[in-house]
């Protein structure tokens, strides 16, 4: 399935103009990648930089906008077992809510506004 998934992204490349060597050379990137396997590896990988003082990942889902198979692949898999793996380590005493990777809450307002504008309309003069 890794590889279906990087054949898919070196031929959207190809479709849309990238030329072959760099595409090429942007799959060789994604394969070899720190993070390019199944969701028991990414799991098992974050969990051993966890290890290694890493607190938190930006991650970029390359075909997100296309398709959000890995996006889903990750919240749904990764995120509970790379939970599980951090549980069994020792917390920080700092900063206990880094060691956990929750799904984030939706984000719902009064009547669809943005965060910032509710945070205007109940606090005037503050940003």
Same mark, same amino acid.
């Given at each position: 399935?890794?590889?279906?998934?990087?054949?898919?992204?070196?031929?959207?490349?190809?479709?849309?103009?990238?030329?072959?060597?760099?595409?090429?050379?942007?799959? @060789?990137?994604?394969? =070899?990648?720190?993070?390019?396997?199944?969701?028991?590896? #990414?799991?098992? %990988? +974050? !969990?051993?930089?966890?290890?290694?003082?890493m607190s938190y990942a930006i991650l970029n889902f390359a075909e997100v906008a296309y398709? @959000?198979?890995?996006? =889903?692949?990750?919240?749904?898999?990764?995120?509970?077992? #790379?939970?599980? %793996? +951090? !549980?069994?380590?020792?917390?920080?005493?700092?900063?206990?809510?880094?060691?956990?990777?929750?799904?984030?809450?939706?984000?719902?307002?009064?009547?669809?506004?943005?965060?910032?504008?509710?945070?205007?309309?109940?606090?005037?003069?503050?940003?």
């Amino acid at each position: 399935d890794v590889q279906d998934r990087l054949a898919w992204m070196k031929d959207h490349l190809l479709r849309c103009g990238v030329p072959e060597n760099i595409a090429e050379d942007r799959m @060789r990137d994604f394969a =070899t990648g720190t993070l390019t396997g199944t969701p028991e590896q #990414l799991a098992e %990988r +974050l !969990a051993q930089l966890g290890k290694l003082g890493m607190s938190y990942a930006i991650l970029n889902f390359a075909e997100v906008a296309y398709d @959000r198979t890995a996006l =889903t692949l990750f919240t749904d898999k990764v995120a509970p077992g #790379l939970s599980a %793996r +951090l !549980a069994e380590q020792k917390t920080s005493p700092r900063h206990p809510e880094r060691n956990r990777l929750t799904r984030p809450r939706p984000m719902t307002h009064r009547a669809g506004r943005s965060p910032r504008y509710c945070r205007q309309v109940a606090s005037p003069g503050r940003r």
